[in-house]
């Protein structure tokens, strides 16, 4: 363990840090580290090819210059579920890298969102005493804003993954376009469906507090309301008991005019979509999900649900370090340039979803398991 990870460790006993691989010394200043040396990554229908062709155009450019040591730190919200394969990415680059740092992140769910936004804080403040150069961070939105514009102001790069928070001096976001993803889902579910009319029931969020939810369930509305069905948006609460959900669900099904031909969730917990659909009284619509929840996962063998639609988390842990890397030798012009490709506007890294049907299900294992990024 670094000596950042045993500071974070002593003075943060609810967060725990997963060493990246390679040493752990720092060479001295102006030791020319080797040149990278990426493993190629298997091929599989699942795999991301332009992500990959981009990381390996990268890593050439960088080859060219003077490729030195350096210090970043990659902070999640949570190193498991959910979480689990951006950590599994973010070591893997930063060991290929041979970089001083850690992965960070919380393995108590409990946590009060408060406490873990006030820690996140202070890690970004200790990495900057500490000298780290690049920081990766997945914010809790506006509340990291401040920390992360004092860590640019001191010359250190930042960039966000997961979730953003654009209004700040960050360099990147890496992650899911939301209103995209929606969008896919939304037309993923058209394909089965009647024609109109009909009533389209989307497990999603009203609410714009949390952006990422309601740009991706904005998303799903635009397109289900041009195609000529009437979108219906049924809470998703996480917090709440699930029976909550289930029945705020079978309440608004039932209450719909026309009927519900069509159920498509947008978030981890949208298999309730399927048990809202049981509930009331209509078992065989057409659902489609998204991200890929053990739950989901045994309703789409179940054929249940007919696909679902996930997001690439274990490339957004493994872009992070590259991209921060990128820019300490090349620049962040230059690394913009090399990342064109991958680019929607000037300062985000679209790392795309994958629609799997459920006749996938094992293809899309295999792909997980060929990158060691299993949920």
């Known amino acids: 363990m670094t000596t950042i990870g045993r500071c974070w460790m002593a003075a943060l006993g609810l967060m725990m ?54 210090q970043m730190v990659v902070l999640l919200k949570n190193l ?41 804080n202070q890690q970004i403040q200790q990495a900057v005493a500490d000298g780290a150069e690049g920081i990766g961070i997945s914010p809790y939105g506006d509340f990291n804003g401040a920390a992360m514009d004092d860590a640019v102001a001191k010359g250190v790069h930042v960039v966000t993954f997961d979730g953003d928070v654009p209004t700040s001096k960050r360099s990147f976001y890496v992650g899911t376009l939301n209103k995209s993803a929606g969008a896919t889902a939304g037309k993923t579910l058209l394909a089965m469906l009647p024609p109109p009319p009909g009533t389209v029931l989307i497990h999603g969020t009203f609410g714009a507090v949390w952006m990422d939810g309601y740009n991706r369930t904005q998303g799903a509305r635009e397109v289900i309301e041009a195609a000529g069905y009437v979108p219906l948006v049924s809470e ?15 309440s608004r099904i039932e209450a719909a005019d026309p009927p519900v031909i069509g ?72 690394t913009k340039e090399i990342l064109a490709p991958l680019m929607d506007g000037g300062s985000t890294v679209n790392t795309g979803i994958s629609t799997v049907p459920s006749d996938k299900i094992d293809a899309y294992n295999d792909f997980l398991d060929m990158i060691g990024a299993t949920q």
């Open 17 to 70: 840090t997963t060493a990246a691989c390679g040493s752990s010394d720092t060479p001295g200043a102006g030791t020319k580290a080797a040149l990278i040396d990426r493993a190629p990554t298997p091929k599989n229908e699942f795999t991301p090819v332009e992500i990959e062709t981009t990381l390996d155009n990268l890593i050439a450019k960088v080859n060219e210059g003077t490729v030195e040591p350096m």
């Open 80 to 120: 498991n579920t959910y979480f689990a394969p951006i950590a599994t990415g973010a070591n893997r680059a930063m060991g290929e890298l041979e970089v001083t740092g850690n992965v960070l992140g919380p393995t108590d769910q409990s946590t009060d969102p408060t406490t873990s936004q006030d820690i996140q």
């Open 236 to 250: 998703a609460v996480y917090h709440a008991d699930e029976a909550f959900d289930v029945d705020s669900m079978k």
């Open 263 to 334: 159920m498509v969730g947008l978030f981890d917990i949208s298999y309730r979509c399927v048990m809202g659909a049981d509930a009331a009284g209509i078992p065989d619509v057409p659902i489609v999900a998204f991200d890929f929840n053990p739950k989901t996962v045994e309703y789409m063998r179940q054929g249940r649900i007919k696909a679902t639609h996930t997001q690439r988390q274990y490339y957004q842990g493994y872009l992070v370090p590259y991209i921060l890397y990128g820019i300490r030798t090349i620049g962040l012009d230059g």
